[in-house]
């Protein structure tokens, strides 16, 4: 009896050690395979990180900055714990901001020349009248005004800094100067407050071509300018942040 008992103890013991040694391996199992699968996403979602990165390099170097933008700003939302990736993505893109402001200038460069180039074709046509003594500003009028103002009662002119006037003139040669909005594709007669004599119409559309030119030229060489100060700010931050 006393044998039966202690085989029965002996058996208990030995399946509690067994019971034991499993569980000890299955949670021993668990985590080795769990760390291995951490590892394995690790490294999946820094080679992803890093492939986005290299895409946006690329894409600025085929001149496609919206692709670019759109490769680092994925990259920040998909990946938000791949720290070296996103300061190497920050640093870069400076470098894409320095690109796109350096494309953007070209253009603003090439639209420049061309309104300067219209400008002065619209101005040979004109005539500047101005008296150096007493005028800080001239006129640009059409040929068969300059000279001969006093011959007519109505006519047409363009400051040099590109603002157009109308001139009425009445019969005790008393000048009146209506500015004309420039601001349109052509003149509108529905802005002005004066009627247009219709022998002068034909001149009045002329002016208006010059001083639209004038108008378009300005724009051009401000947006040139800004682009010409974004260019300087991105190339500055780059030196700096190289330091």
Not at 48 to 66: I, T
Not at 80 to 107: M, S, W
Not at 148 to 162: A, I, Q, T, Y
Request: aromatic share 12%; proline share 2%; charged share 30%.
């Amino acid at each position: 009896m006393y044998f039966v008992y202690l085989c029965i103890v002996n058996s208990i013991f030995l399946y509690n050690y067994i019971m034991k040694k499993i569980s000890y391996f299955g949670l021993f199992s668990c985590f080795v395979i769990s760390s291995m699968a951490l590892s394995s996403c690790d490294v999946s979602s820094t080679s992803a990180a890093e492939d986005l990165l290299n895409d946006a390099r690329s894409a600025v170097s085929a001149g496609d900055y919206e692709k670019a933008r759109k490769c680092i700003d994925s990259l920040r939302v998909c990946y938000p714990r791949e720290f070296d990736a996103r300061r190497e993505a920050l640093a870069f893109e400076d470098t894409l901001n320095l690109y796109q402001a350096k494309h953007e200038l070209a253009i603003a460069d090439s639209v420049s020349t061309f309104a300067e180039l219209e400008l002065a074709d619209l101005q040979s046509k004109f005539v500047l009248e101005k008296n150096e003594k007493y005028q800080s500003e001239g006129f640009y009028v059409l040929p068969k005004y300059a000279g001969n103002k006093s011959r007519f009662d109505f006519f047409p002119e363009v400051e040099e800094s590109g603002k157009m006037l109308l001139v009425s003139v009445d019969k005790q040669r008393k000048y009146t100067f209506t500015d004309v909005p420039v601001n349109e594709e052509e003149v509108d007669e529905k802005n002005i407050q004066i009627s247009i004599p219709s022998n002068a119409l034909q001149d009045v559309k002329e002016c208006y071509r010059l001083a639209l030119a004038f108008s378009r030229c300005h724009d051009a060489l401000e947006s040139k300018e800004k682009q010409n100060l974004k260019v300087r700010f991105f190339e500055k931050k780059i030196q700096e942040n190289n330091k």
